[in-house]
């Protein structure tokens, strides 16, 4: 004899079915009514992957002009750069001429006070020397100084008149080398 199913049982069958029947809520929350049938959910799908190969066809069909404009952009730049370069260069050599130019004549003063005339200022007095060097010419005078210890230097310095001085001064540390 085959048994009858209780009421309990046909009625939680009853609820699956019906469940499965009726069509479920969406999960962004509209109600089924609003759902895109899935007939067109599928179209849209599919137009998806159709116009996927005409993207990849035409990022094909422009990568060549892209990489060329990325070229002739990274040239331009290179050569803008090479152009700062080679000015910032040439502004370099100029200082370093300009340097050398210094030292120059820098050595050229301090060869000429030779060592003997040197060591007779560094053993006179001061104050006649002071007088000795303000009678000679501003170039010699910063070179026998420029070679006297700087006790002795800053010594006759004290006693010369303060132009004088700071005209001699000015010609040991080349500032005014480049005036006369």
Do not use: Y
């Amino acid at each position: 004899m085959a048994s009858v199913p209780s009421p309990r049982v046909l009625s939680i069958s009853a609820l699956a079915a019906l469940l499965l029947a009726s069509p479920a809520p969406a999960q962004d929350g509209r109600s089924p009514g609003t759902q895109k049938p899935r007939a067109a959910v599928e179209k849209s799908v599919a137009a998806d992957r159709s116009a996927e190969p005409d993207a990849v066809r035409f990022c094909a069909a422009v990568a060549p002009s892209i990489a060329e404009a990325r070229i002739a952009w990274q040239t331009k730049r290179l050569a803008e750069l090479d152009a700062q370069v080679r000015q910032r260069i040439a502004d370099l050599e100029k200082a370093e001429a300009s340097a050398r130019d210094w030292i120059a004549r820098r050595e050229a003063l301090m060869a000429a006070a030779n060592d003997g005339l040197v060591a007779i200022f560094a053993k006179m007095q001061p104050e006649a020397a002071a007088g000795q060097l303000s009678a000679m010419d501003d170039r010699m005078a910063a070179a026998i100084l420029g070679k006297l210890k700087p006790n002795a230097a800053s010594a006759i310095l004290d006693e010369m008149e303060a132009e004088r001085a700071s005209r001699l001064v000015g010609v040991l540390s080349a500032v005014e080398g480049k005036k006369s």
